[in-house]
Structures are given as C-alpha cells and as structure tokens.
C-alpha cells in the first residue's frame, strides 16, 4: 500500500490532458500514486529514487565488477557456447551483448522472441549488430494467429496485451538454454532501475528466475491459465502455447542454470550505454508515438504498438512512458523538475495511430476498447479519453502490417 505524501508533494491538475482527478506524486521525479510498487516516505519522495540514491552512494560496483568476472570464468569455455543472450535489438540488449563480447570475448548464443510488430529500423539495426560482432544468433517467431487470440484475452483479463510478448521474452530463452545445455543466461537491464520489485538497497543479484517471472513477467497468468480462458471460444493446438511455459524447476536445476541482469554487475545508465552502441555499432533511434522523438529516441523502438501500450497505461494509471523517462532523468540529473513537468504536460496520453491498427488485430471497436480498459483504471485515477489529442504519425506508419482477416471465434451457446 502506498502511503500518502505530504501536502508538499506535487500533484497533476484537472487540466492535464485525459485526466480528471489529480494524483499525487513524488516531490523528487513525479512518478504518481499509481505508478506499480511505489511508496512514498515522508518527506513525499517514492521509494524508486531512494534506491536510485542508493545504488549511487552504497553499491560496491568495483565489488560487482570482480563478481562478474567470476561468474564469466565459471562457465567459459565448458559448453558449446559461454552464455544465452536474450536479445530484442533495442538499446539495452544491444549494450549487453556488445559489452560482454568486447570486455569478456566470450562466445555467446543469441536469442530473438520476434513478438510480431518488429520495425524496419531495428531490423537493420540487428543485421548491422550481429555481423560486426560476429556471432551466432537464434530467432523464433509463434503463431500470428494465436497472438492475436492471446492479446484479447490479456487485454480483457488485465489491461495489458502484451502476455504473450512478456512471456515469450523471457521464457523463450532460458527453453533454448535448457536444449543447447548452455547454463548462464545474460539479461541486460534489471528492473531496480524503474520499480521496485527488486531493490538496489536489498543489495542482492536479481535472479531473473521462477519468482521474478510469476512476480509480475507473466501478469499472474500461467500458459496453462491462458490455455483454459481461450479454449472456451478459440480453436488451437495446445503445444502453441509451449513457447509461453516457463521451462521445468527439476530441469533447470539439474544444469544449474544461473539467470542475471548484467545491470546487476554495473552502474546501469542508458543514456551513456546508447551513445556507445551508436557510435560503435552504427545503431540507430527512430519515433515512438507518443514520445519526445527528439529527445528520447532509443526508448522502446523496437515495437509499432508500443504507441498502444503507453497509451492504455496512461488510461489506467494517469501516466505513460514519458513520465518514467523523464523521472529517470531527474534521478540522473540531466533535466530540470520544470522541463520534466513540461515535457508530461505537452507530450503525456496522446491516442496513437497504431490504436487503429490493434483494433483490427484483436477484432474491438473503439468503444469496446474503451469499454474494457475502463474497467482496469487504478484510483484515483480517472480517464478521459474525450480530451485527449492524437500523437504525431512516426515516418514509418504506413509500413506497419494491417489485419483483414478477422478474429475468428467460436459462437458461444446462449
């Protein structure tokens, strides 16, 4: 439960764009009351930026660095390849696996879950990647038709419908490490950077394991869960869900799997790691609805629906992506709590273009959309939707893929 802060702690007025009642929130980033595990202390400020001061102040990182030399000595060389690497192609994978090969020279295995919605700039952002690294890459695509059925019912279930992206992702990889018999899966960024899931002040190395992943990766649905709310109107073969199981405990531990964050073994900064990734691999940003697109543009490219996403967090919490970015600048000290606030205020809940787009992909109607986010809305936070602007259109909008064949359901007995 969060506590409340003090009367000194900033709040949105009634005049911010698609929302009706003010929220309080941190005098320190602005990050608001319903933003996920957050607390205020009280002096008003939320328990993300303490550990944020935290990692600055108390970390040992040259400790950690001597950790993960360790770790990495452990398992060179024993297996057909060093590690797994999770890999989407954004600015955090792409850091992770250029750190590790150009620090360590290991001999990593990469592996991509293609969600369905990759953009032409990430695409040949990876190519450039991979051959100027120079190594092994292992991509799976499921079933589009499938997806489509698995992003309605998240959708309806829990306002969120990316379960089948959040799963795929994570339990993709550590299915591959299991076959390969690779046991050291690197991830990248870990998620002490924007909640508190994990904390930076508990002063452990975030397992990115069984209870991380029921902690908040999957939504709280199991494939198998997803298996029996689908099959109800939906014809599929069960094994295309097998991409979205977590793989066995008794087999994981039997290869000793070890899954961690590399942001766990240094100080993890985006804005540094992304102008290395540029300027060693020719990587580039590109617009994301919604956002800043001058100054925020290697957040989140590598999906056309993340316009989506960020639009329905802000109709249930009262903020999007950009409040999270600018509040880790403001822990980081490169914008000021006025630009910060500026920044929400001109560029926070706007109606993407690829709303369209997702409609026909899960077979709703505006109002049906609005009909089943509305009844997910965090208080005391409440849409409306009547105020909000559309966002500008990316350069690339036109070359996202349009649905036309429906949603085909089962008719349900009455």
Known sequence: MS????????????????????????????????????EFDAEGVCNVCRQAKFKKE????????????????????????????????????????????????????????????????????????????????LSFTPNWHVVRRLMLEALIRKGDFCWHCHTGIFSYPMHVALKFKVPLIMWGEPSSEYT???????????????????????????????????????????????????PPVAELKKLRVRSVCLGSYIPWDVKPQT????RELGWKGDQVEGMPWDLYPYEKIECHMQGVRDYIKFLKRGYSRVSQMTALDLRNGRITKAEADALVQKY????????????DYVGLTEAEFYEIVGKTVVPPHEPDPSTIDDAPRTWDHERWYRETVPLRLKKQAT
């Open 3 to 38: 506590q409340s802060p003090p009367t000194s702690s900033v709040a949105c007025g009634p005049c911010q764009r698609g929302c009706k009642n003010p929220l309080q929130k941190c005098t320190s980033c602005g990050l608001p009351q319903t933003y996920e595990t957050i």
């Open 58 to 137: 108390r970390i040992d990182w040259t400790a950690r660095k001597a950790d993960l030399d360790a770790l990495i000595e452990q398992y060179r060389g024993k297996y057909d390849y060093d590690c797994v690497v999770p890999f989407s192609g954004g600015k955090d994978s792409t850091f992770t696996l250029y750190h590790l090969i150009r620090e360590y020279k290991i001999k990593p295995l990469v592996v991509q879950f293609n969600h369905g919605f990759m953009r032409s700039t990430l695409v040949e952002n990876n190519e450039r990647t991979f051959k100027k690294l120079g190594v092994d890459v």
């Open 196 to 246: 508190a899931y994990y904390d930076y002040q508990d002063d452990e190395i975030e397992e990115v394991d069984e209870t991380r992943f029921n902690r908040f990766v999957n939504l709280g649905i199991t494939a198998e869960d997803m298996r029996g709310m689908i099959s109800k109107d939906y014809d599929f073969d069960p094994r295309d869900l097998a991409p979205y199981t977590y």
């Open 275 to 278: 102008d290395l990734i540029q």
């Open 348 to 359: 926070e809940g706007q109606k993407p273009y690829a709303l369209s787009l997702f409609l």
